[in-house]
């Protein structure tokens, strides 16, 4: 006769839960693989995202699911573990359990890893018109917009209208902004050069617009100023110590200019899920949790913070928002409820330092690692190494590889196809009708879940 030993076991396995399936969240889940505990890592979106290579699906140089994997690929030879595609609306410390659109879902250990988001700083009417880069759908978009610029520049016989169709302008001289900036400059100076009748996309204007004094204001002075010297050698225009002052469908406004663009990318700034805020903790000023020594916060001992949300200084600085504090902080976080789950103390997190880098476009990249400093094709080169490699699986490694060296030898970008949303779009995504998901003690088998599909 079977045994009923593992239902029987399974229902007194603590259940964790997680929020985010980012670079953290991922970290987490894939950390608890042999802990005895039932994990549900739970994400608004179906997949598993490689952010910093984004903004190469925004300038058409990857296609969307070179960077997206989907969570349950990841995850389904994970026996403990449970995929919720699901947007979760609140977390309730004192009751011990988070909402999933309303619905309650209770847990012993909570994770939150839901990342940053956008922030226009007050002006969330600029929105509109400056997309940022976050999420696979803006990518498209902005993807969607910068194409477009250019066919309605092809059809404009007015030369001004035709010269703000032919302006982008990138607002924020981080990585990112600096990675559009360079790759706008190859689009119109390589890719499409040839491409019109109309217009000469070579004298496409790019301008890249930092409030600071200067560029990549994270990397060593000296690599900033190699890294503004390498976008102005590729025409782009970099202006610092200026700030926005106005964002409209066509034009910029700076303290000093305006500049009439039909394209305006956001860059600039972020700030914490506003998931961060409901766990009732000390935070900072981007909205980030402080957090203790083992990554719980202050007085709830069951609940962890991971990647981005993390608010922590080490040798005096702050940690950075990046993709290895979010994966070494999961993995931390998936020991530390290990320890929990036998009951002893859990491990003070140490980040360790792997470096920074940014590209600027082919064979112009910077890099900082440890004392070390190197710019130019060797700094490139590594950038595409390292980044190849953070790749989340094998496939995808060959896949970005062909289409890269494709790349590297036309100066062509595949991914082309201007994709319009149409405006009345049926929401297609299952909603969930019922009361409380699964307990903290029930094994989530054991879930009542009604699934319906969304009329139009
Ligand atoms: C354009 C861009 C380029 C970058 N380039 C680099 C780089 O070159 N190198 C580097 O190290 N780092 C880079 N980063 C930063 C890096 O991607 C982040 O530090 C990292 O992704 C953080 O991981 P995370 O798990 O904390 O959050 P995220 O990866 O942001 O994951 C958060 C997850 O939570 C989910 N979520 C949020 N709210 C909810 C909710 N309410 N309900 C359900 N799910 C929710 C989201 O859908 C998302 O999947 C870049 C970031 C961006 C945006």
């Known amino acids: 006769m079977p045994k009923k030993k593992s239902l029987m076991l399974k229902k007194e396995e603590p259940h964790v839960v997680i929020i985010g399936a980012g670079f953290g969240g991922l970290a ?102 400056a997309p940022g880069l976050k999420t696979i759908g803006e990518a498209l978009d902005v993807r969607r917009r910068i ?8 059809l404009e016989p007015d030369p001004k209208q035709r010269r703000s169709w032919t302006t982008f302008v990138i607002i924020g001289g981080g990585p990112t902004g600096v990675e559009l900036a360079g790759a706008l400059a190859e689009i119109a100076g390589h890719t499409l050069a040839r491409d019109f009748r109309h217009f000469d996309p070579r004298k496409t204007r790019v301008v890249l617009i930092e409030r600071s004094e200067r560029i990549l204001s994270a ?22 110590g200026v700030a926005v002052t106005d964002v409209q469908q066509d034009y910029v406004e700076l303290d000093d200019e305006k500049i009439p663009a039909r394209t305006v990318l956001w860059a600039a700034g972020v700030k914490a899920s506003p998931l961060a805020a409901q766990l009732g903790v000390p935070l900072d000023r981007a909205g980030r949790v402080w957090v203790e020594d083992d990554l719980t916060i202050p007085d709830r001992p069951e609940v962890y913070i991971v990647g981005d949300l993390i608010a922590r200084t080490q040798d005096g600085k702050q940690l950075p928002a990046v993709a290895p504090l979010a994966m070494q902080s999961g993995r931390q976080v998936a020991r530390n409820i290990r320890l929990a789950v036998e009951g002893k103390a859990g491990e003070p997190f140490v980040y360790i330092d792997q470096g920074s880098m940014a590209t600027i476009g082919r064979n112009r990249a910077v890099a900082q690692i440890g004392r070390f400093r ?19 699986d094998y496939k995808r490694r060959v896949v970005v590889l062909f289409e890269w060296a494709w790349a590297y030898f036309t100066w ?7 994709l319009e949303v ?13 009361r409380r998901l699964f307990s903290a003690s029930a094994p989530p088998q054991a879930a009542k879940l009604r699934l319906k599909r969304s009329g139009t």
Request: net charge positive; glycine share 4%; hydrophobic share 50%.
């Open 412 to 418: 062509q970008r595949r991914s082309r196809v201007i």
């Open 422 to 434: 149409p405006h009345q779009i049926a929401p297609d995504r299952p909603s969930v009708h019922g």
């Open 374 to 392: 190197f710019s130019g094709i060797f700094a490139w080169w590594l950038w595409l190494l390292v980044h190849l490699m953070s790749l989340v």
């Open 219 to 240: 990397f060593d002075e000296k690599l900033s100023k190699k890294a503004r010297a390498e976008l102005e050698s590729l025409g782009i225009e970099v202006r610092t």
């Open 28 to 129: 987490v889940a894939r950390g608890l693989k042999d802990v005895p505990v039932r994990v549900s890592l739970i994400d608004k979106s179906n997949h598993h995202l490689f952010q910093p290579l984004l903004y190469q699906v925004a300038t058409a140089a990857l296609a969307a699911p070179d960077i997206a994997v989907p969570i349950r690929k990841l995850l389904w030879k994970q026996e403990n573990a449970t995929v919720w595609m699901a947007n979760v609306t609140r977390i309730q410390t004192q009751q011990k359990e988070i909402l999933l659109d309303g619905i309650p879902v209770a847990y012993d250990y909570l994770v939150v890893a839901a990342g940053m988001m956008h922030t226009y700083f007050g002006h969330d009417d600029w929105a509109a018109h």
């Open 147 to 154: 194409l477009r610029a250019f066919e309605s520049a092809e």
